[in-house]
């Protein structure tokens, strides 16, 4: 089992920074890649993020590539979210995930543990 505890979201006002960080505890061996995701009210949830293992290689979602940034610091189990220049379209619950496969996996299916969940507000 991971257990994972997003923090970091707020209010904030649109064009701003903000950085979430999920920290992984449990059987963090199993893990591999890692990924964001968000889910606004009324809608799916979409990806965001993911991240490989080693921290390297990286991929976004077209609605918010080259605004956010994907991290990992493997010695303190934790991946981050660097978002900045906000719109109020990013305004959702933004959770991270882990999954025990490789790779640069976009399917929430693909994933293995969840957290709980961190609410980001962008005000216009």
């Known amino acids: 089992q991971v257990q994972l505890v997003e923090s970091g979201g707020g209010l904030v006002q649109a064009g701003r920074s903000l950085r979430l960080s999920c920290a992984a505890s449990?059987?963090?061996?199993?893990?591999?890649?890692m990924g964001w995701f968000r889910q606004a009210p009324g809608k799916e949830r979409e990806f965001v993020a993911t991240?490989?293992?080693?921290?390297?290689?990286?991929y976004y979602a077209d609605s918010v590539k080259g605004r956010f940034s994907i991290s990992r610091d493997n010695a303190k189990n934790t991946v981050y979210l660097q978002m900045n220049t906000l719109k109020p379209e990013d305004t959702a619950v933004y959770y991270c995930?882990?999954?025990?496969?490789?790779?640069?996996?976009?399917?929430?299916?693909?994933?293995?543990?969840w957290g709980q969940g961190t609410q980001v507000t962008v005000s216009s």
């Open positions: 995930a882990t999954a025990s496969r490789p790779g640069l996996l976009r399917t929430g299916n693909l994933y293995d543990y």
């Open positions: 449990g059987s963090i061996s199993s893990i591999s890649a």
């Open positions: 991240i490989n293992a080693a921290g390297i290689t990286k």
